[in-house]
T-cell receptor
Framework: AQRVTQPEKLLSVFKGAPVELKCNYSYSGSPELFWYVQYSRQRLQLLLRHISRESIKGFTADLNKGETSFHLKKPFAQEEDSAMYYCALSAGSGTYKYIFGTGTRLKVLA | KAGVTQTPRYLIKTRGQQVTLSCSPISGHRSVSWYQQTPGQGLQFLFEYFSETQRNKGNFPGRFSGRQFSNSRSEMNVSTLELGDSALYLC?????????????FGPGTRLTVL
């Protein structure tokens, strides 16, 4: 079964410290993976996707097929990074079905 | 461009009633997906529509149904409401041509079942 696991419900780090939000997935094919973010009082929005290999707001994520992981990283956390982060998987192959993890709340402390 | 809109924003119903939620996608977007968001389960996929056709659905009982109109607006209906249906219901729209298209989310409809 397709599954996305985010093991941490809450992650607290100090400003300037490195951040790593963990995401592991279960899928036998070649998934499309995404990170979505929800800032306080805002809508859920796309942060980045693995296919683009981009860096958004200093965040990067590398797809590791061997470990079936797609961890989100940022070298120096900022207070404005405090938000809810969701890892998501699209099973592809014409399924148009998206599976989200349960989310990790990131708190960046001053 | 106007974002995804959802109406109503809040609903209170009692067990056994039915409810219809509406979602208007971004202009030009032909795909609409629906999700149920709860604190314990996160976002769970309900179904996805493209050009009035349901392309996939999640593992929800048949009480949950949806449809899409020719203008891409979508509705979802929940019949015989149960207490456990209390949740935030999100819809998201995308161009729909590719599965990696960005999904744009609405603000959600908060449903409370008493």
């Amino acid at each position: 079964a397709q599954r996305v696991t985010q093991p941490e419900k809450l992650l607290s780090v100090f400003k300037g410290a490195p951040v790593e939000l963990k995401c592991n997935y279960s899928y036998s094919g070649s998934p499309e993976l995404f990170w979505y973010v929800q800032y306080s009082r805002q809508r859920l929005q796309l942060l980045l996707r693995h296919i683009s290999r981009e860096s958004i707001k200093g965040f990067t994520a590398d797809l590791n097929k061997g470990e079936t992981s797609f961890h989100l990283k940022k070298p120096f956390a900022q207070e404005e990074d405090s938000a809810m982060y969701y890892c998501a998987l699209s099973a592809g192959s014409g399924t148009y079905k998206y599976i989200f993890g349960t989310g990790t709340r990131l708190k960046v402390l001053a | 461009k106007a974002g995804v809109t959802q109406t109503p924003r809040y609903l209170i119903k009692t067990r056994g009633q039915q409810v219809t939620l509406s979602c208007s996608p971004i202009s030009g977007h032909r795909s609409v997906s629906w999700y149920q968001q709860t604190p314990g389960q996160g976002l769970q996929f309900l179904f996805e529509y493209f050009s009035e056709t349901q392309r996939n659905k999640g593992n929800f009982p048949g009480r949950f149904s949806g449809r899409q109109f020719s203008n891409s607006r979508s509705e979802m209906n929940v019949s015989t409401l149960e207490l456990g249906d209390s949740a935030l219901y999100l819809c998201a729209s995308s161009r729909g041509g590719r599965e990696q298209d960005t999904q744009y989310f609405g603000p959600g409809t908060r449903l409370t079942v008493l």
